[in-house]
C-alpha cells in the first residue's frame, strides 16, 4: 500500500494520539450537526456533562422548566457567552434560576481531594475531523478541540507533500472563515484558531478576514525559529502530544488565557474606545512558566532562575503568569510555598495588566498590592502576607526601618530586566530584609557566639550570611541582555561549571519570528572631518588626553557642528521617515549629554522655523535642571508641557521627533519608533539597549533605519554579537580577586590592622549610636586621610582610592553569587566604605581650551551604508569580572600646537573651499550671567569646587529615579564620572570666572 501523504493522514496520527490520551473521538453528523450550526455547540455532549456532573442541578432546572429545559438551558447559555464570553462562562460557569451550572472542572492542586479529582475526571475532552460547521455553504474546518461540547480550538491541517504549508491554512482562515459565523465570533466560542503542518505552527485568537495576525507557535531551532528534529514523529507534535493533552488543556483555559483591555485614543491623547484582546500564551511563555513551576516543586524555595527573553517575547504577560501561579503554589502539606511574590519593575504597564490579568484568573481583588506610597506601605503588605506586591528597588532599602514589624518567611522575588535592578548595595539590603532569622535562631547564634569567637566576628558573619544566598528567598530574572554579573547571580551551573540561563528566548528568534524587526538590516554611519586653528600666539603645554577631549567637545557643541546635523537629520526625516508607517512614523535623536540635547532643541526648532516646516514639531527629555552660560534650561520648560505628559504627546499626531539625553533609551516602548539618529559613544549592553527602542512591531511597520555620526558598523556588530542568540559566561568571577586587592592596598600603608578592628567595633557594636559614635569614627579615620596626604604620591594616591573603590565593588558582587565567608576581608570592606568618604578628591589641572581654538574645516560624510549581519553561532561568552590596575597615572603633556595637529591628521581630510568656515563668521550663543560669573570670581577653585560637588550629587540622585542605570554607570564607572564632573568644572568655574572679572 501506498504511504498516505495527504493532509487526512496528518489528521488521523493527531486523532490518534489525542484519542489514546483520553480524548473522545467525536463525529458531528446528523441532528447533532444541526444543533452545531446553530449554536456552534456539540449540545449532545454538552447535556451529557451536565447530566452526569450536576444531576441535581438538572433535576432543579427541570421541574421549573419541564420539557422545555433543553431549550432554556441552551437560550440562557448561548445568552452568556455572547454577552461574558467563553474563556470566563469556562472558569466560572452560568447561574440559571437561581442554580449555578459549572461548564467545566479544573484539576485540583492536590491530589489528595478525591471530590475534586472526581469532578475533574467528569469533563469530556473531545477530538472531531472534517466538521461542517455553516447553514450559509459547505465549508468544514479540519479538526475541533471540544470541552464538555464548547469549542475550544480549531485547526486546519496541511502538509508539504501535497505542495501545501501551514501559509496555506493562514490564507484559508483569512479568505474562507467567515467571521461573523458564529464558530468564529471573537470570544463568543473557539478560543484559539491554530494552522498546522508537519514543520510549523501558528495560532490567532481573532480572526478579522485579511487583517488577521498569526502568533508563531513554534519552540524554536538552535536559537532560531521554527522547530528541531524529531526522531520518528513530525516536528509540530509537541502540539497534540504536550499542548492539548487533557491536564495540559485544563491549566490553559483556567490559568493562563485571559482578556487585555487596551484603550484607544485620539490624537490629543483622549481615550475613544476600548479594544479587546484573548491572550492565549505563546509557545516559550507556556513553557518557561510551567519548567520553573517544576523546579520550583521539585527543589522549594532557594533557588535561582535567570530567564532571558528577547525584546517581543511577550515579558510582562510571562511575569503575570509566573506571579500567580507562584503565589498560588501549595507544598505536599498545603501549605503556601511564599508568603509573598514580590515584583520589582519600573514598567507601569504591569500594574494595571498583572492586576486584570489576577482578577480574570481568581475573580477576586486584593491579590495585588501596588506600592506607591513609602516604605511602611511595602511593610504593610509583607505583614499581610499579601500574594503579589509590584514595587520598585529604590524603594526596597527603606523598609530597613521596618525590618521588625513582620515576621519574616518565605518569598519570590520577580526582577524585570534583570540588570538595571540588582546591583551592589541596594540588593544587599533587598536580600538582608527577607533573610529568614527567627528569634530563636538568633539566640542560639548568640549562645554559639560567645562559646566559640568574638562577637563582632560573629556578627560579620551574619551580615555576610544574610547579604548571600538565602534559603528562603528565589529569584526570578527576566532580562534580554544579560552582563556577566547577571549571569553569576541568576545562572544555573551546568556541567561545564559555567553558569547559564535557566531559559532562554533569542534576539534571533524574536527577529526571524517576527516579533521584533532587525535594527542593523538599515544601518548607516557617518564621520565628521574637522580642522581646528590655533587662536592665540602661545603655544603652551597642556595635557594631551585632557586637551583632545576638550577640543573633541568644543566641536561637538560647536553651533555650526549642531547646525550641519540637524539639518542631516531634519531632510532625512521629511524625505524618507515621515512617509513610513502610512505617514505615522517617527524619529529619536540619542546625544551625548543634557547640554547637547538643550542645544539640539534649539537647533531643531530655528531649522523647522526657519524651513516654514509646519508639519514635524521636536520634543526633547532630558533631567533636572541644565545650566548654559548662565541661562537654566528644563525640560517641561523647553517643552511647554510637564515631564509625565511626554510618552502620550510624543505619540500623538503633533510630535515626530523625539531629542534624548539619557532618559528614554531603554524601557521605552514606542511602536511608531521607526529612525534613530545617534550623535553619541555606545558600547556593550548600552547599545544593545538604546538602539532596541526601534525593534517593537506594530501593523504597517516594515522596517527601521539608523543614522549614526559617532560609532562604527564594527563596534555595533560587537555589541550585538553577544546576545544574538544564547549568552554565556568565559568563566566565573574568580573572589580570589580580593586578595589580590588587599594586598595591593595594605602595600600603600594607609590604614592600620588596629584601625580597621577599631572601625568595625563602631559599626557592629550593640551599644546605641550617638554622635559622640561619629566623633570616635572621625577621629580614627582622620589618621589613615592625613597618612594618605602626607605620604602617598599624587599617583598612588589615584592607585589606592582606585583600588578601594574595586574592592568595594566586587566584594559586595561576590557576596551575591555565592557562599564565601571571610571575616577579615568583610572588615576591611566596612572600614574602606567609610574612608572612602573621607579622602580628599583630587581634581587634577584643568585644560580650558575653547578660547585658544577655532574651528576651520568641518564635513560629514557617509562611510557605511547597509546591513550589519550578526554571525550564527550559538552562545556567545562574556567576560567575568576582573580586577583592573589603578588609574591615575601621570598625564603627558606636549605643545598645543602638537595635539591640534594629531587631531587634524585623525579627523581632517582633503577639504575644499566649500568647507572652510573661519571663526569670526560664527555667531555664538552667549548670555551672561553676572551673579553666577561673581560667584566663580569671589572663590577659590578648591573652595567653588565644594558647593560644585554637592551640586553634582544632587544631579546624580535627581537622575537616579528617571535612569537607574545611568545612575550606576555614574558610581561603578570612575572614568565616566570624572569626566563628567571635570567637564562641568571646568565649563561652571572657569568659564564663569573669566566671565566674572
Known amino acids: 500500500m501506498a504511504v498516505d501523504y495527504s493532509e487526512k493522514g496528518l489528521e488521523t496520527n493527531i486523532e490518534e494520539c489525542l484519542v489514546q490520551s483520553g480524548y473522545r473521538n467525536r463525529k458531528i453528523e446528523a441532528s447533532t450537526l444541526e444543533d452545531f450550526k446553530k449554536y456552534a455547540l456539540d449540545v449532545e455532549v454538552m447535556f451529557e456533562f451536565l447530566e452526569n456532573s450536576q444531576p441535581k442541578e438538572m433535576e432543579r432546572l427541570r421541574k421549573v422548566y419541564k420539557e422545555q429545559t433543553k431549550a432554556k438551558v441552551l437560550e440562557r447559555l448561548t445568552k452568556e457567552l455572547n454577552s461574558r464570553g467563553m474563556i470566563d462562562c469556562i472558569r466560572h460557569g452560568i447561574k440559571d434560576y437561581g442554580v449555578t451550572l459549572k461548564l467545566a472542572y479544573n484539576q485540583p492542586v492536590s491530589h489528595m481531594n478525591q471530590t475534586l479529582m472526581e469532578m475533574y475526571s467528569k469533563n469530556i475532552f473531545t477530538i472531531s475531523r472534517q466538521v461542517y460547521y455553516s447553514s450559509q455553504n459547505n465549508n468544514s474546518i479540519d479538526m475541533l478541540v471540544a470541552l464538555n461540547g464548547l469549542p475550544i480550538a480549531v485547526m486546519e491541517l496541511k502538509n508539504h507533500l501535497t505542495g501545501q504549508t501551514v501559509d496555506d491554512a493562514k490564507r484559508q482562515f483569512m479568505n474562507d472563515r467567515d467571521p461573523k459565523e458564529l464558530l468564529f465570533q471573537f470570544k463568543k466560542r473557539a478560543i484559539v484558531f491554530f494552522t498546522v503542518d508537519p514543520d510549523e505552527a501558528y495560532m490567532t485568537t481573532h480572526l478579522e478576514k485579511e487583517h488577521t495576525f498569526f502568533l508563531p507557535f513554534n519552540k524554536g531551532n538552535n536559537g532560531g525559529k521554527g522547530n528541531p528534529i524529531v526522531t520518528d514523529d513530525y516536528k509540530t507534535s509537541y502540539l497534540w502530544r504536550e499542548v492539548l493533552q487533557k491536564n495540559s488543556l485544563i491549566d490553559i483555559l483556567f490559568r493562563f488565557v485571559f482578556v487585555k483591555q487596551d484603550d484607544i485614543k485620539d490624537s490629543t491623547g483622549e481615550v475613544i474606545d476600548k479594544r479587546e484582546t484573548v491572550i492565549f500564551p505563546r509557545y516559550h511563555q507556556l513553557d518557561v512558566v510551567r519548567k520553573v513551576e517544576g523546579d520550583v516543586k521539585q527543589f522549594g524555595v532557594g533557588a535561582n532562575y535567570l530567564v532571558q527573553h528577547s525584546a517581543g517575547s511577550g515579558k510582562t504577560n510571562s511575569i503575570s503568569w509566573l506571579a500567580h501561579r507562584l503565589a498560588k503554589l501549595h507544598d505536599h502539606e498545603d501549605n503556601a510555598l511564599f508568603n509573598s511574590v514580590i515584583i520589582i519593575t519600573d514598567r507601569r504597564v504591569l500594574d494595571k495588566q498583572l492586576q486584570d490579568a489576577v482578577y480574570q484568573l481568581e475573580h477576586k481583588a486584593g491579590m495585588v498590592a501596588k506600592i506607591d506610597k513609602d516604605s511602611s506601605q511595602l511593610a504593610s503588605e509583607l505583614v499581610n502576607n499579601t500574594r503579589i506586591i509590584i514595587t520598585t528597588l529604590q524603594k526596597f532599602p527603606f523598609i530597613m526601618e521596618k525590618v521588625g514589624e513582620f515576621v519574616r518567611g518565605k518569598y519570590a522575588i520577580i526582577i524585570d530586566e534583570a540588570h538595571s535592578s540588582q546591583s551592589g548595595k541596594a540588593a544587599t539590603s533587598m536580600t538582608n530584609i527577607l533573610s529568614n532569622k527567627t528569634l530563636e535562631e538568633a539566640l542560639e547564634a548568640d549562645r554559639l557566639a560567645e562559646e566559640n569567637i568574638e562577637d563582632i566576628d560573629e556578627k560579620i558573619i551574619e551580615t555576610i550570611a544574610k547579604s548571600g544566598k538565602q534559603d528562603n528567598i528565589s529569584f526570578f530574572a527576566f532580562t534580554a541582555t544579560p552582563k556577566a554579573k547577571t549571569l553569576e547571580k541568576f545562572g544555573r551551573m551546568g556541567d561545564d561549571g559555567k553558569p547559564h540561563a535557566f531559559h532562554v528566548y533569542s534576539m ?26 590655533k587662536k592665540i600666539e602661545e603655544d603652551p603645554e597642556v595635557s594631551s588626553k585632557k586637551a583632545s577631549k576638550q577640543i573633541a567637545r568644543y566641536v561637538s557643541l560647536h553651533p555650526h557642528n549642531i547646525a550641519q546635523k540637524t539639518e542631516i537629520m531634519i531632510e532625512h526625516f521629511r524625505r524618507v521617515t515621515r512617509h513610513k508607517i502610512g505617514g505615522r512614523a517617527k524619529a529619536m535623536v ?22 516654514g516646516y509646519e508639519d514635524m514639531k521636536a520634543v526633547v527629555a532630558f533631567s533636572g535642571t541644565v545650566d548654559d552660560q548662565g541661562v537654566s534650561y528644563t525640560e517641561p520648560l523647553m ?6 505628559e511626554l510618552p502620550e504627546k510624543f505619540h500623538s499626531e503633533e510630535y515626530k521627533v523625539l531629542l534624548v539625553a539619557e532618559k528614554y533609551q531603554t524601557g521605552f516602548d514606542e511602536p511608531l519608533l521607526h529612525t534613530m539618529y545617534v550623535d553619541k559613544k555606545l558600547d556593550g549592553i548600552k547599545a544593545v539597549q538604546t538602539l532596541s527602542r526601534l525593534n517593537r512591531t506594530c501593523k504597517g511597520k516594515n522596517d527601521t533605519f539608523v543614522l549614526d555620526f559617532v560609532n562604527e558598523a564594527d563596534e555595533i556588530k560587537e555589541a550585538f554579537q553577544p546576545y544574538y542568540e544564547v549568552t554565556g559566561l568565559e568563566e566565573t568571577t574568580n573572589p580570589n580577586l580580593l586578595y589580590d586587592l588587599q594586598r595591593e592596598l595594605n602595600a600603600c600603608q594607609v590604614y592600620t590592622e588596629q584601625e580597621i578592628e577599631e572601625v568595625c567595633k563602631l559599626e557592629f557594636s550593640d551599644k546605641k549610636k550617638t554622635p559622640k559614635t561619629q566623633e570616635k569614627l572621625n577621629s580614627i579615620l582622620d589618621v589613615a586621610v592625613e597618612r594618605f596626604r602626607r605620604d602617598l604620591a599624587e599617583e598612588r594616591q589615584e592607585d589606592f582610592k582606585s583600588a578601594s573603590t574595586k574592592y568595594i565593588r566586587t566584594y559586595s558582587f561576590i557576596l551575591q553569587i555565592g557562599p564565601f565567608v571571610d571575616v577579615e576581608l568583610h572588615k576591611l570592606y566596612v572600614y574602606l566604605n567609610f574612608l572612602l568618604k573621607k579622602l580628599p578628591k583630587h581634581v587634577s589641572e584643568a585644560v580650558y581650551l575653547a578660547d585658544e581654538v577655532a574651528l576651520e574645516y568641518y564635513r560629514n560624510t557617509m562611510v557605511f551604508e547597509g546591513s550589519i549581519s550578526l554571525q550564527i553561532q550559538g552562545e556567545s561568552e562574556l567576560k567575568p569580572t576582573s580586577h583592573g590596575g589603578g588609574g591615575g597615572k601621570e598625564e603627558p603633556v606636549d605643545k598645543l600646537s602638537s595635539i591640534i595637529n594629531r587631531l587634524n591628521d585623525r579627523f581632517g581630510t582633503d577639504f575644499t573651499e566649500t568647507d572652510q568656515l573661519s571663526y569670526e563668521q560664527i555667531v555664538a550663543d552667549i548670555i551672561n550671567n553676572e551673579n553666577l560669573a561673581q560667584k566663580a570670581k569671589n572663590n577659590t577653585k578648591e573652595n567653588f569646587k565644594f558647593s560644585y560637588e554637592k551640586t553634582f550629587l544632587d544631579i546624580v540622585i535627581g537622575r537616579m529615579g528617571q535612569n537607574e542605570k545611568f545612575f550606576m554607570k555614574i558610581l561603578e564607572d570612575s572614568d565616566f564620572k570624572a569626566n563628567i564632573m571635570e567637564y562641568m568644572f571646568d565649563e561652571i568655574y572657569e568659564g564663569l570666572s573669566d566671565k566674572g572679572k
Open 508 to 533: 534571533r528568534q524574536a527577529i526571524e519570528e517576527g516579533f521584533i524587526l532587525d535594527i542593523l538590516k538599515n544601518y548607516t554611519t557617518y564621520k565628521t572631518f574637522y580642522k581646528v586653528a
Open 590 to 611: 540619542v546625544t551625548s549629554s543634557r547640554l547637547h540635547a538643550v542645544k539640539y532643541k534649539q537647533a531643531f526648532d530655528k531649522y523647522i522655523t526657519d524651513k
Open 639 to 644: 517643552n511647554g508641557f510637564g515631564e509625565k
